[in-house]
């Protein structure tokens, strides 16, 4: 089993920045990419960005290119996710999710709220 636990997430006004980060336990062997999901109020979960364990490929969602960056550290077996211009229609629940294999993300974290509004 696969532990993700996330955290950074807050209140931040329109334009500021956060970063989250989401750390990683138990049988982490085998995990070959990770990624940052969202789900705002009333709308379904979305992938922002994801990042591969083996040579860091980065993807990202185009709602959020040139302002969030994912990134990895693989001696904290970390993951982080810089968000900056952040924008009111950012807010939603943040959630880190692991894939061992091919096809969707089978590890999932418990979520960190990030709010944006002056």
């Known amino acids: 089993q696969v532990q993700l636990v996330e955290s950074g997430g807050g209140l931040v006004q329109p334009g500021g920045s956060l970063r989250l980060s989401c750390a990683a336990s138990g049988f982490i062997s085998g995990i070959n990419a990770m990624s940052w999901h969202r789900q705002a109020p009333g709308k379904e979960r979305e992938l922002v960005a994801s990042?591969?364990?083996?040579?860091?490929?980065?993807d990202y969602s185009d709602f959020v290119k040139g302002r969030f960056t994912i990134s990895r550290d693989n001696r904290k077996n970390t993951v982080y996710l810089q968000m900056a211009s952040l924008k009111p229609e950012d807010t939603a629940v943040y959630y880190c999710?692991?894939?061992?294999?091919?096809?969707?993300?089978?590890?999932w974290g418990q979520g960190t709220q990030v709010t944006v509004s002056s």
């Open positions: 990042i591969s364990s083996a040579d860091g490929r980065t």
């Open positions: 999710a692991a894939r061992r294999g091919t096809g969707r993300f089978q590890y």
